[in-house]
């Protein structure tokens, strides 16, 4: 065998280890599971990290997470009921079914969400920690308030039938 078929069989070999060690795309498939386009795929940030930790060393902020959570449920189509989040989550899953029209698509009671279609809109009705209580607000699935008259009429039913 000569010096130079030597090299290039080394070479070779090296480039295959290579491309095999390193997750090379044609030998990794998996990135078909995120071929669908970004509207497809909406992100729902759990209630918990929406806001900065209140237990970080320095005051500073906890006052910017306290202002943060301020701003967000001012901003936001919502209101605060007395309770601990999972017994207002199940609160609202019922009377979200006494609420005429109000269809409940979907229930996630790890991050304390319905999918709601209202009114010909779908929208998210969301139940979060908050200081008084637990907050109940109806977001958008990017998680921004939701902004539509069909939510606001939900919201509203939601208040009347929860809110002391």
Known sequence: MSKSSLLLRASLLA??????????????RTSKLYAGPAESRPLEVPPDLD?????????????AAGTQQAASQASA??????????????KVGDALAKVPGAVIANRAPLIGAYD?????????????????????????PRG????GEAAKRLVGALKASLAP
């Open 51 to 63: 806001v900065a930790s209140a237990s970080t060393n320095t005051a500073s902020s906890a006052t």
């Open 116 to 140: 709601v279609n209202y009114g010909g809109s779908n929208f998210l009705v969301r139940v979060s920690t908050g200081e008084n209580g637990s907050y109940v607000a109806a977001v958008d």
């Open 15 to 28: 480039v295959i280890v290579a491309t095999t060690a390193s997750g090379c795309g044609w030998l990794n």
């Open 144 to 147: 921004l308030p939701a902004t």
């Open 77 to 90: 189509l919502g209101f605060t009921v007395a309770g601990t989040r999972d017994e207002v989550f199940a």
